[in-house]
């Protein structure tokens, strides 16, 4: 049995940290007077040189210092704008529009009455426009936003012919166990959205959807902690929200990449985004080819303790899985605007995956005084075909003309997920000598999701807004199974595990979310209320009913205590229901011995968090988090009820699970040349629970340290060296090893800045290789993964066709509307 004794170096220099902070952090809530600096209206107006009022136009208040952005604001049909600044506090205004030149204030310094600006005059010109509002800046990797961070993808070096599982696992606060499931600050239970669209998977068959995906696709991610109500209240440790890209230039352009890559085998990735955007209408689209080999290797010990029809015995096992990877991506869709209040979506998405699999197996059986009991090899050939696609429409109609109206957003998508494996598994026993056994599998899947969703935002007086809606979310999975043996010539079906698996699922959601502003304090109340309706089939067995209706409150609160402080409180309660695959009893086998399989049994989990943020100088951020979830869902591995030596992998519900974790960020800028994201983690884990006759209350600390530093360089030259660390780490009855990478990137801009190459290198140490061991009464399973991620990669890009971005809009339709609300909280 392993030594469960806490280890506290992950967490030592942090306590003293908390001690401090702790004090100023609850201090700061409350609203004294005399800590707080008063704040007066800035007001202005923007015009042309004629003397019209210019709507929509940039207005963003800099600190005169160091010209950080302090706030950004739009002019209103009158061209007016108004900010609410600091007394005393120098800053610097701009002002930037299509067509015209940018605008910048001299130096400002607001009295205590406020400060009434001249008119704004911006003056066309040609020149200056295409100077100014050519896109050539490129965004920091990393962006810390309230409530979550940004990973600007498409400006890494480091993204280079990487997938989008790869990108995520350097991300800030990222990481996956052994069996490739996603957590986010150590915790596990995530919604992912792809353009504001749920993907219904969880574990190996996300990480497999997310491996068909390129980053080439990939405009941004933003990992959400704290995500409002207008979420679904899936993902317990937040969301992770992937945004494709989508041109908003002027005019006919686009942009064409091919990149080549080597690591243990060869990779290539293609691709072509086109965009044509006119006045009223902007048609794009774009196309992603990937073709990529790769190994996953593993090394099992396995221990099974001793039953009434087998002695105690041991075994070791060698997995080596070369597997080709083919996949398609596309997008192509329309935003049209039909009046000045009203504007309509449509898109399409596709994502054609072909996965070819061979797994060589070299298993041996033993007592434990070491004499054998059995040895055999192995060979199984595996063909996945994962075809998907969705269509959404979106309309989103304005009440009035002015930027800040009431609006109504309307969604209406559906997507489909089909996979089909086809397995070939050959075994030869060469002690005992058996005759050679081909067992063979035909598993099919059938998924589709249907959504309607209507969103409404009204504002208030005193600068409050009201945010109400409803979503109706339909899915619905057909899954089948044949399984055939064949020995001697002779070729049997197997009924007792080929069988059909049925499952629908109806959530039906309504919430209502309040944001009010004063000039130090923002305070957004939320409610959401989900009912949910199952139902689950499988062959021979009676029906799983299941019929639910939940509260999910949420609560964020942030304060500007003065120049340099600010604290924000986030409460909330979330839920991760399973998903299909989790409930899905059908087999799916890896090799002769190993299996993964649903459990029709699993409970939905729940969970409560707090959160506490300090932030410094509006960019040194603490935070401080609990949560307590209940009926956690975990993966394990045991001993097969089918008996013998067969074990499944299968994920069951814990009784508890207690989090807490202290987050530490920090960008730095030593030198104008050099930005640095330094992000650390550190959190306690605790799991209580029973399973096979072991009890568990296991608790442990962990820590996960990411670096990334950013170099702009002379002559068109930039470069990237990211590093990353997850410290041994608990997860029920696993417990992992330390691991990490480091990686490398260099990008060449050149024609203008049409064209780029860049270079990247990835976990160029390898050293992102780990061993995990679960530990029970009756079993106990010690497997050590190494991944094809040491990838050297080289891509070229060139981007055709305007330069101009075209005006901002205040708010974006359709199903992105979601996350943009989310983000800007």
């Given at each position: 049995m392993p030594d469960f004794t806490p280890s506290l170096h992950c967490l030592a220099p942090s306590y003293s940290l908390v001690t401090r902070q702790l004090p100023l952090l609850l201090l700061g809530l409350v609203p004294l007077a005399g800590v707080a600096q008063q704040t007066a209206p800035l007001i202005g107006t923007v015009r042309s040189e004629t003397g019209a009022p210019i709507e929509f136009v940039t207005l963003t208040l800099h600190r005169a210092a160091d010209s950080v952005v302090i706030k950004t604001e739009f002019s209103d049909v009158q061209g007016q704008f108004r900010f609410d600044a600091l007394v005393g506090g120098r800053y610097l205004l701009s002002a930037a529009q299509i067509g015209y030149g940018r605008y910048w204030s001299p130096a400002l310094a607001v009295p205590a009455a406020g400060l009434v600006l001249p008119a704004i005059g911006l003056r066309p010109s040609a020149a200056t426009a295409l100077k100014e509002i050519t896109v050539t800046a490129r965004k920091p990797l990393y962006e810390h936003q309230a409530g979550g961070t940004r990973v600007n993808v498409a400006d890494s070096p480091l993204a280079t012919g990487a997938t989008a599982l790869e990108v995520l696992g350097r991300a800030p606060g990222i990481s996956t166990d052994g069996k490739e499931n996603l957590s986010l600050r150590g915790r596990q239970g995530l919604l992912v959205v792809v353009?504001?669209?749920?993907?219904?998977?969880?574990?190996?068959?996300?990480a497999d959807y997310l491996k068909a995906l390129p980053a080439e696709q990939m405009q941004s991610i933003e990992l959400l902690t704290n995500p409002p109500a207008q979420y679904d209240a899936q993902g317990g440790a937040g969301v992770i929200a992937i945004t494709l890209k989508k041109d908003q230039r002027l005019g006919t352009n686009g942009s064409a990449t091919l990149s080549v890559g080597r690591g243990g085998y060869g990779r290539i990735t293609g691709g072509l985004v086109l965009n044509h955007r006119r006045k009223n209408l902007n048609l794009y689209g774009n196309y992603t080819y990937s073709e990529r080999r790769y190994f996953t290797r593993y090394d099992f010990d396995r221990q099974y303790a001793g039953t009434s029809l087998l002695p105690a015995a041991a075994s070791q096992q060698f997995n080596d899985q070369v597997s080709h990877l083919r996949s398609h991506a596309a997008k192509v869709g329309a935003d049209c605007t039909l009046s000045k209040r009203t504007l309509l979506g449509a898109s399409l998405t596709g994502l054609l995956s072909h996965i070819d699999n061979s797994v060589d197996t070299q298993s041996e059986f033993r007592m434990l005084d070491g004499s054998p009991l059995s040895r055999y090899t192995s060979v199984t050939a595996q063909n996945i075909d994962r075809p998907s696609g969705s269509a959404n429409l979106n309309l989103r109609h304005a009440l009035a003309d002015s930027a800040n109206a009431a609006a109504f957003t309307f969604d209406a998508d559906y997507g489909r997920y089909h996979t089909t494996r086809l397995m070939a598994q050959q075994a030869n026993y060469l002690e005992p000598q058996y005759a050679v056994n081909q067992f063979d599998g035909d598993q099919r899947v059938d998924l589709s999701i249907g959504t309607l969703k209507l969103d409404f935002s009204q504002p208030l007086p005193h600068r409050a807004r009201l945010e109400a809606g409803a979503k109706a979310t339909r899915v619905r999975s057909d899954n089948s199974t044949a399984f055939f043996s064949?020995?001697?010539?002779?070729?049997?079906?197997?009924p007792f595990i080929s069988k059909d698996f049925r499952y629908a699922?109806?959530?039906?959601?309504?919430?209502?979310?309040v944001r009010t502003a004063t000039a130090q304090t923002t305070v957004q109340a939320g409610l959401r209320a989900e009912q949910t309706n199952t139902l689950a089939e499988l062959s021979g067995e009676a029906a799983r009913e299941r019929h639910y209706t939940q509260l999910f409150p949420s609560l964020s609160a942030q304060r500007t205590l003065n120049a340099r402080h600010a604290l924000a409180l986030a409460l909330a309660r979330r839920i991760d229901r399973p998903n299909y695959g989790q409930l899905n009893p059908l087999r799916f086998y890896v090799d002769p011995i190993s299996y993964r399989a649903g459990n029709p049994d699993l409970v939905a989990?729940?969970?409560?968090?707090?959160?506490?943020?300090?932030?410094y100088r509006q960019k040194f951020v603490t935070a401080l988090a609990y949560a307590r979830t209940d009926q956690p869902i975990v993966t394990t591995a045991?001993?097969?009820?089918?008996g013998g030596r067969l074990v499944v992998s299968q994920d069951v519900n814990l009784a508890s699970q207690d989090y807490l974790a202290l987050t530490l960020t920090a960008p730095l800028e030593p030198t104008k040349w050099w930005s640095m994201y330094a992000n650390g983690v550190f959190y306690y884990l605790r799991f209580r629970g029973q399973l096979a006759g072991t009890q568990l209350n296991r608790a442990q600390p962990s820590c996960q340290l990411s670096l990334s530093n950013t170099f702009s360089l002379p002559r068109g030259w930039s470069a990237e060296l990211s590093g990353n660390y997850q410290s041994s780490e608990i997860w029920?009855?696993?417990?992992?090893?330390?691991?990490?990478?480091?990686?490398a990137g260099l990008l060449k801009s050149f024609w203008n800045k049409q064209g780029?190459?860049?270079?990247?290198?990835?976990?160029?140490?390898?050293?992102?290789?780990?061993?995990?061991?679960?530990?029970?009464?009756?079993?106990?399973?010690?497997?050590?993964?190494?991944?094809?991620?040491?990838?050297?990669?080289?891509?070229?890009?060139?981007?055709?066709?305007n330069g101009k971005v075209a005006a901002a809009r205040k708010r974006a339709a359709g199903a992105e509307d979601e996350l943009r609300r989310a983000g800007g909280l």
């Open positions: 353009d504001g669209k749920r993907v219904p998977l969880t574990g190996a068959d996300l064949t020995m001697n010539g002779t070729t049997t079906f197997n699922e109806n959530v039906n959601a309504a919430y209502v979310s989990q729940t969970s409560y968090s707090a959160e506490l943020t300090h932030t045991q001993p097969s009820p089918d029920g009855f696993e417990k992992s090893t330390g691991r990490g990478q480091v990686g780029s190459l860049r270079f990247g290198a990835t976990d160029i140490f390898y050293t992102s290789p780990a061993r995990f061991t679960s530990t029970f009464v009756n079993f106990r399973e010690t497997f050590y993964k190494r991944e094809d991620l040491r990838v050297v990669t080289g891509t070229f890009t060139y981007r055709f066709g």
